[in-house]
T-cell receptor
Framework: EDQVTQSPEALRLQEGESSSLNCSYT??????LFWYRQDPGKGPEFLFT???AGEEKEKERLKATLTKKESFLHITAPKPEDSATYLC????????????FGGGTRVLVKP | GAVVSQHPSRVICKSGTSVKIECRSL??????MFWYRQFPKQSLMLMAT?????????EQGVEKDKFLINHASLTLSTLTVTSAHPEDSSFYIC???????????FGQGTRLTVV
């Protein structure tokens, strides 16, 4: 059974204080690992898809990396508008477009 | 990225009534759509996979007769919560695979409150 574990559950940062979120996973044949951002009362917003170990992707202050067992989402010099819940999900090759989500990390960036 | 539109965004209904939620892929065709349920401060739990032209596949523990799914076209899937009760109050979200068939884009979600 595919499993995704995210840590920490919650993260409080000062504006400008860089940090990393962890996503550990076990999956039978990884097709892709996804990162989403979710604001309260909204649907998840797509950030990145990573397909193979060693791959990295960046978008503004966010950078996602992937190994064979985990992915990291690095937030560099965060701003208050980066406050959100960040969700990690895996997609197995045999599962079509089905995603298995982790519990998420709630990030609060204080000015 | 691809756009998935979900409607309504909020609905309040009386206990015992049924509520229909629509999920549309606006700029691509989706043979498969997914329906999730999310409780406060929790992650998304997959309820069912909606397949165009065939029956939906439900996850273990999800009542088929309570959560009716219809995927009548390549751009529209609907979830009907039948005989709703207060414990059905939740945030329901749909998703559809993108044109690359490895992506998943989400609707805005529907906040259902049953009173």
């Amino acid at each position: 059974e595919d499993q995704v574990t995210q840590s920490p559950e919650a993260l409080r940062l000062q504006e400008g204080e860089s940090s990393s979120l962890n996503c550990s996973y076990t999956v039978s044949g990884l097709r892709g690992l996804f990162w989403y951002r979710q604001d309260p009362g909204k649907g998840p917003e797509f950030l990145f898809t990573l397909y193979s170990a060693g791959e990295e992707k960046e978008k503004e202050r966010l950078k996602a990396t992937l190994t064979k067992k985990e992915s990291f989402l690095h937030i560099t010099a965060p701003k208050p508008e980066d406050s959100a819940t960040y969700l990690c999900a895996v997609q197995a090759r045999a599962a079509g477009n089905k995603l298995t989500f982790g519990g998420g990390t709630r990030v609060l960036v204080k000015p | 990225g691809a756009v998935v539109s979900q409607h309504p965004s909020r609905v309040i209904c009386k206990s015992g009534t049924s509520v229909k939620i629509e999920c549309r892929s606006l700029d691509f065709q989706a043979t498969t759509m997914f329906w999730y349920r999310q409780f406060p401060k929790q992650s998304l739990m997959l309820m069912a996979t909606s397949n165009e032209g065939s029956k939906a596949t439900y996850e273990q523990g999800v009542e088929k007769d309570k959560f009716l799914i219809n995927h009548a076209s390549l751009t529209l899937s609907t979830l009907t919560v039948t005989s709703a009760h207060p414990e059905d109050s939740s945030f329901y979200i749909c998703s559809a695979g993108g044109p690359m068939n490895t992506e998943a884009f989400f609707g805005q979600g529907t906040r259902l409150t049953v009173v």
